[in-house]
């Protein structure tokens, strides 16, 4: 069945440097991804998204592309900010889209 | 604009109570509804999910039921709750494939 892969956390970076959490995905056919953020104690918000190969999602200087021949869509930012310190989920969503699979989260935290 | 609303916002509870979680969305029709719970520290669980009116498909067996009384309305609910039923309640909706969107969350103390 579908499923998507993070790296296991928690992550811990001074403020400004650069940023990676790592996701990959088994799925079959074509299916959207996206990258979930949550801050404590709130709901999950939509980082970004991209709905086909190649396809690049970017809001507030992170970027993930969409990479079908590794099956990977990987998490950047070039500087964190210590506002970024929060809950980070990988998610996938099958073409039926009745469905929607989630990684099991990575703990960022950004020390000044 | 569309919006969705959980309460309560917090609640804590006596093992072997009952619940019920209230989900509302506004400003859309005919969503996918979704019930998730995550445990402290950890990532989300699906419990429930909804394609229409009175259709629920559940994917964890447990004490846990879900109703959809009105297109835009979706309960949890528990006759007895368990010490393990402790977490934080996320109701989301969604238009097929694209993304999903999250109510604020409830947090319940099962004591």
């Known amino acids: 069945g579908d499923s998507v892969t993070q790296m296991e956390g928690p992550v811990t970076l001074s403020e400004e440097a650069f940023l990676t959490i790592n996701c990959t995905y088994t799925a079959t056919g074509y299916p959207s991804l996206f990258w979930y953020v949550q801050y404590p104690g709130e709901g999950l918000q939509l980082l970004l998204k991209a709905t086909k190969a190649d396809d690049k999602g970017s809001n507030k200087g992170f970027e993930a592309t969409y990479r079908k021949e590794t099956t990977s869509f990987h998490l950047e930012k070039g500087s964190v900010q210590v506002s970024d310190s929060a809950v980070y989920f990988c998610?996938?969503?099958?073409?039926?889209?009745?469905?929607?699979?989630f990684g099991t989260g990575t703990s960022l935290t950004v020390i000044p | 604009s569309q919006t969705i609303h959980q309460w309560p916002a917090t609640l804590v509870q006596p093992v072997g109570s009952p619940l019920s979680l209230e989900c509302t969305v506004e400003?859309?029709?005919?969503?996918?509804l979704y019930w998730y719970r995550q445990a402290a520290g950890r990532g989300l669980q699906l419990l429930f999910y909804s394609v229409g009116i009175g259709q629920i498909s559940s994917e964890v067996p447990q004490n846990l039921s879900a109703s959809r009384p009105q297109d835009r309305q979706f309960i949890l609910s528990s006759k007895k709750l368990l010490l393990s039923d402790s977490g934080f309640y996320l109701c989301a909706w969604s238009h097929g494939a694209d993304e999903q969107f999250f109510g604020p969350g409830t947090r319940l103390t099962v004591l």
């Open positions: 998610a996938l969503s099958d073409r039926s889209g009745n469905q929607f699979y």
């Open positions: 400003g859309t029709s005919n969503p996918n």
